[in-house]
Nanobody
């Protein structure tokens, strides 16, 4: 059974940095995409960044240049380095794995506030 677990959320001041990590376990096809989504209160869940097993990346315009997604195929992990954080980045961040079907983590809260 495939499972996805996030870690690394927390409270940070505007302009600060935070790193999220996600590890997948179970039998996962080598062809897959891992991604980070976020959902702020009252808003729809949105894609933040994604990375394929060939390391091709996509970023939301709102985070491009501030966030960096990376992965380790051997360890089945994906990370999101978030710099220059803004209050509008506050949300629950979800790790997503797409391999034939989609798998979601439980989410981790990121709060950017003074």
């Amino acid at each position: 059974q495939v499972q996805v677990v996030e870690s690394g959320g927390g409270l940070v001041q505007p302009g600060g940095s935070l790193r999220l990590s996600c590890i997948a376990s179970g039998s996962i096809p080598s062809a897959n995409t891992m991604a980070w989504y976020r959902q702020a209160p009252g808003k729809q869940r949105e894609l933040v960044a994604s990375i394929t097993n060939f390391y091709r990346t996509i970023y939301a315009d709102s985070v491009n240049g501030r966030f960096t997604i990376s992965r380790d195929n051997a360890k089945k992990t994906v990370s999101l380095q978030m710099n220059s954080l803004k209050p509008e980045d506050t949300a629950v961040y979800y790790c997503n794995l797409i391999a034939i079907r989609a798998y979601w983590g439980q989410g981790t809260q990121v709060t950017v506030a003074s």
